[in-house]
């Protein structure tokens, strides 16, 4: 399913990683046409249980991904995958914060629109 929604690419850095990092894989705000999503938030929980509700105005505004790939190669559930969510740091500087780096989840296993 992932195959058929409109990827994109942020080259980014956040909170843990210093240096500028590529990620790609599909927006989710494709993801969210796709389900005919109608909520206006998500919840997302990671493999070890941390949850962060994310409002869709700012998955919208931000063009967030659910990356499949850091520097080029899949992400593993060893190394912040399968599916990471980032925001685009680098382009924004309004969210550089804590609140927007604590939305910024790895490791996501479940996202609920609500």
Request: aromatic share 12%.
């Amino acid at each position: 399913m992932l195959q058929v929604l409109n990827t994109g690419t942020i080259h980014t850095n956040n909170h843990v990683i210093e240096q500028v990092t590529e990620y790609s894989g599909p927006t989710l705000t494709s993801l969210l046409d796709y389900v005919g999503a109608t909520g206006t938030q998500i919840k997302v929980t990671a493999w070890d249980e941390y949850v962060v509700t994310i409002p869709i105005a700012d998955i919208k505004t931000y063009q967030v991904l659910l990356a499949t790939h850091e520097a080029g190669k899949r992400m593993t559930i060893d190394d912040k995958g399968p599916f990471f969510i980032v925001f685009p740091f680098s382009d924004y500087p309004e969210l550089r914060n804590d609140y927007y780096y604590s939305l910024s989840i790895w490791q996501v296993k479940e996202i609920v629109i609500e």
